[in-house]
Protein backbone atom coordinates (compact mmCIF):
# COMPACT_ATOMS: atom_id res chain seq x y z
CA UNK A 1 0.00 0.00 0.00
CA UNK A 2 1.65 3.57 -0.83
CA UNK A 3 2.02 5.89 1.43
CA UNK A 4 -0.70 8.42 -0.03
CA UNK A 5 -3.49 5.67 0.62
CA UNK A 6 -2.25 4.73 3.78
CA UNK A 7 -2.98 8.24 4.93
CA UNK A 8 -6.12 8.40 3.02
CA UNK A 9 -7.63 5.10 4.85
CA UNK A 10 -5.85 6.55 8.41
CA UNK A 11 -7.93 9.86 7.81
CA UNK A 12 -11.05 8.09 6.79
CA UNK A 13 -10.57 6.33 9.87
CA UNK A 14 -9.84 9.14 11.97
CA UNK A 15 -12.98 11.18 11.08
CA UNK A 16 -15.33 7.86 11.28
CA UNK A 17 -13.77 7.77 15.12
CA UNK A 18 -14.47 11.67 15.63
CA UNK A 19 -18.29 11.31 14.40
CA UNK A 20 -18.63 8.59 16.74
CA UNK A 21 -17.05 10.58 19.67
CA UNK A 22 -20.04 13.45 18.71
CA UNK A 23 -22.56 10.97 19.20
CA UNK A 24 -21.35 9.63 22.19
CA UNK A 25 -21.06 13.25 23.68
CA UNK A 26 -24.86 13.82 22.55
CA UNK A 27 -25.96 10.70 24.16
CA UNK A 28 -28.08 11.13 27.56
CA UNK A 29 -27.35 7.93 29.48
CA UNK A 30 -23.44 8.50 28.86
CA UNK A 31 -24.45 11.72 30.85
CA UNK A 32 -25.75 10.42 33.55
CA UNK A 33 -23.12 7.66 34.08
CA UNK A 34 -20.40 10.79 34.20
CA UNK A 35 -22.68 12.80 36.53
CA UNK A 36 -23.26 9.72 38.62
CA UNK A 37 -19.32 8.81 39.11
CA UNK A 38 -18.16 12.55 39.52
CA UNK A 39 -20.90 12.23 42.29
CA UNK A 40 -19.24 9.26 43.73
CA UNK A 41 -15.71 10.34 43.18
CA UNK A 42 -16.62 13.67 44.82
CA UNK A 43 -18.51 11.42 47.85
CA UNK A 44 -16.07 9.10 48.40
CA UNK A 45 -13.40 12.11 48.76
CA UNK A 46 -15.36 14.08 50.87
CA UNK A 47 -15.21 10.73 53.13
CA UNK A 48 -11.75 9.49 52.94
CA UNK A 49 -13.40 6.35 51.28
CA UNK A 50 -11.80 4.39 48.44
CA UNK A 51 -13.67 1.62 46.15
CA UNK A 52 -11.99 -1.32 47.72
CA UNK A 53 -13.76 0.50 51.16
CA UNK A 54 -17.03 0.89 50.09
CA UNK A 55 -17.03 -3.18 48.76
CA UNK A 56 -16.17 -4.05 51.55
CA UNK A 57 -18.55 -2.30 53.90
CA UNK A 58 -21.35 -3.09 51.40
CA UNK A 59 -20.19 -6.57 50.74
CA UNK A 60 -17.50 -8.09 53.63
CA UNK A 61 -17.41 -11.55 51.95
CA UNK A 62 -16.22 -9.88 49.14
CA UNK A 63 -12.51 -10.31 50.23
CA UNK A 64 -12.72 -14.25 51.04
CA UNK A 65 -13.84 -15.07 48.15
CA UNK A 66 -11.05 -16.89 45.83
CA UNK A 67 -10.86 -14.85 42.43
CA UNK A 68 -12.86 -16.65 39.77
CA UNK A 69 -9.79 -16.02 36.83
CA UNK A 70 -6.77 -16.95 39.43
CA UNK A 71 -5.84 -20.58 38.88
CA UNK A 72 -4.24 -22.68 41.45
CA UNK A 73 -0.61 -22.99 40.79
CA UNK A 74 0.68 -26.45 39.79
CA UNK A 75 -2.72 -27.24 38.54
CA UNK A 76 -3.58 -29.05 35.23
CA UNK A 77 -5.66 -30.74 33.36
CA UNK A 78 -5.85 -35.06 34.09
CA UNK A 79 -4.23 -36.57 31.47
CA UNK A 80 -6.74 -39.33 29.33
CA UNK A 81 -6.32 -42.98 29.11
CA UNK A 82 -4.88 -44.29 26.13
CA UNK A 83 -5.43 -47.72 24.57
CA UNK A 84 -2.94 -49.25 22.26
CA UNK A 85 -4.03 -52.83 20.95
CA UNK A 86 -1.49 -54.39 19.00
CA UNK A 87 -3.35 -56.44 16.22
CA UNK A 88 -0.24 -59.22 15.73
CA UNK A 89 -0.74 -60.20 19.32
CA UNK A 90 -4.38 -58.90 20.33
CA UNK A 91 -2.66 -57.44 23.78
CA UNK A 92 -4.05 -54.28 24.91
CA UNK A 93 -1.70 -51.78 26.82
CA UNK A 94 -3.96 -48.77 28.72
CA UNK A 95 -1.46 -45.90 29.35
CA UNK A 96 -1.54 -41.93 30.18
CA UNK A 97 1.79 -40.81 29.13
CA UNK A 98 4.76 -42.57 26.75
CA UNK A 99 6.33 -43.74 29.43
CA UNK A 100 5.06 -47.37 29.91
CA UNK A 101 7.30 -50.31 29.83
CA UNK A 102 5.14 -52.57 27.05
CA UNK A 103 4.28 -49.55 24.58
CA UNK A 104 7.98 -48.31 24.72
CA UNK A 105 9.06 -52.24 23.17
CA UNK A 106 6.57 -52.19 21.13
CA UNK A 107 7.80 -48.46 19.23
CA UNK A 108 11.18 -50.32 19.64
CA UNK A 109 10.18 -53.13 18.02
CA UNK A 110 7.39 -51.46 15.48
CA UNK A 111 7.95 -48.16 15.08
CA UNK A 112 6.74 -45.02 16.46
CA UNK A 113 4.01 -44.28 13.79
CA UNK A 114 3.02 -47.65 13.56
CA UNK A 115 2.07 -47.92 17.14
CA UNK A 116 0.28 -44.29 17.33
CA UNK A 117 -1.94 -45.85 14.63
CA UNK A 118 -2.98 -48.67 16.82
CA UNK A 119 -4.84 -46.24 19.23
CA UNK A 120 -8.55 -47.21 19.89
CA UNK A 121 -9.09 -44.51 22.53
Given at each position: MSKLAEFRQLEK???EQLQALE???GDAGLKKEIEFETKLRD??????????DVINLLDPQSSRRAPVAAPKAGTRKARQVKVY??????E?????????KGLKEWK????ADTVESWLTK
Open positions: HLANLKLLAKYSYSLKKNPHTGTIETKGGNHAEHG
